[in-house]
Structure formats: C-alpha cells, structure tokens
C-alpha cells in the first residue's frame, strides 16, 4: 500500500461547527504532516508529527488542533473556523523527518467554511 | 533562510513540443531538491528528487532534471509534453539534516492541442 488517504474529500461547516479531518497511511512512515493550501498557492506547512509526537507547530491558530492517535493515523479537529479558513487541506507522510525525505500526499479534503 | 523561486508562473506549450520549468534556490550549501506535480483537485505527486550524485537525475513520466551548483537551479525539462501534463509543477527544496520543505508558488502548464 502506497497511498495516503484522506476523508471527508469534501466539507462544508459553518462557524460554530466542531468537525474534523482524518488521515491514515499503512507505509510504515513515522513524519505525517498538515498542510494548508490555497488556490493557486504551493502548499503551507501546519503541523509534523515525529514518532506520534508533535515536532512542529507553525503558528497555527488553536482553532485548528491536530491529533496523532498511531503510526498510521493523523487527525485535524476542527472548531469555529473563519471564511478564510477554506481551503484543501493536504495530508503528508514519510519514512523520517529528515531532509532525504520524500513527501507522499494524500489528495486532500476540500474544506468550505460558511 | 532558504528561498525557493519558480520565476514562470505560468508556461503554455503545444502537445509535443519541449518543456523546461525552472526554479532556482537560495540557500548555503547544496539543499535536498525536488519536483512535485499537482493535477487540479489533487495531493501533490513526486515527479523526481536530487540528494547527491549525478546531476542530471531522471524522473517519472518522462521527466528529468538538472541540477547546477553554480546556477543554484534545479531546472525540469521534458522532451515532448502531453495534454495530460498540463498541471501545477512545484521545486521544493529542503536543507540537509532538516525535515522542512520550502516550496516555490509554483508554474502552471497549459498544454495546446
């Protein structure tokens, strides 16, 4: 299995709504990562998770907390977004947290804030 | 800080002819390189990657890349392109012994018939 795998694809949610976004890849990769991306936009690192330890956090707002339950599992819970907040949100893994790593995305969740 | 820049935002072709997508980066020492493809509505695809070595280093679909230490890019060619190219390419770069991609904002392809 060589596929990261996201749901929902889609997601529309309203201010007030709490929600959240899953991710899982049976790889056996241990760095999964959060990103942000806006149209036409290269994506936007979130979070990183190292061992299912949290190794980076880059200044995300709190209404956005992420979730490493396993190895194979990232989640991104989701609590009174904004608008602006809309967005595909990309899901990543790799074998380490290194830099001869190579990024396996998912194909992202579409997530549309009201 | 590294920086990464793809100085074309967007490159139109016709199917068949010749394709080069450049990025060049800034940093200190020779940083991890890559090409990432992304089709529209989907997660971002390895085209190819550059970590040592020969510096002409071949790639998926019929992709290559050269990497030039003394022009600090890290260009992607492709001999004749296909409609089913036409994507957003992303050059990423990651310094050594560091986990973090700096991505550039990327080239649009437009394939014409």
């Known amino acids: 299995d060589t596929e990261v795998t996201q749901t929902p694809k889609h997601l529309v949610m309203g201010m007030t709504n709490k929600k959240s976004l899953k991710c899982e890849q049976h790889?056996?990769?241990?760095?999964m990562y959060w990103y942000k991306q806006k149209a036409k936009k290269p994506p936007e690192l979130m979070f990183v998770y190292s061992y299912e330890k949290l190794s980076i956090n880059e200044s995300v707002p709190s209404r956005f907390s992420p979730e490493c339950p396993n190895s194979s599992l990232l989640n991104l819970h989701l609590h009174a977004l904004q608008p602006e907040d809309s967005a595909l949100y990309l899901c990543a893994s790799s074998t380490g947290f290194s830099g001869a790593n190579v990024l396996t995305f998912g194909a992202g969740s579409r997530l549309t804030v009201l | 800080a590294q920086s990464v820049t793809q100085p074309d935002i967007h490159i139109t072709v016709s199917e068949g002819a010749s394709l080069e997508l450049r990025c060049n980066y800034s940093?200190?020492?020779?940083?991890?390189l890559f090409w990432y493809v992304q089709s529209p509505g989907q997660g971002l695809q390895l085209l190819l990657k550059?970590?040592?070595?020969?510096?002409l280093v071949q790639g998926i679909k019929g992709f290559e890349a050269e990497f030039k230490r003394s022009q600090s890019s890290f260009n992607l060619r492709k001999p004749s392109v296909h409609w089913s190219d036409a994507a957003e390419y992303f050059c990423a770069v990651v310094r050594t012994n560091a986990g973090k991609s700096t991505f550039g904002d990327g080239t649009t392809l437009t394939v014409k018939p």
């Open positions: 940093y200190g020492a020779t940083p991890y």
């Open positions: 550059y970590f040592s070595g020969d510096t």
């Open positions: 790889m056996g990769h241990r760095a």
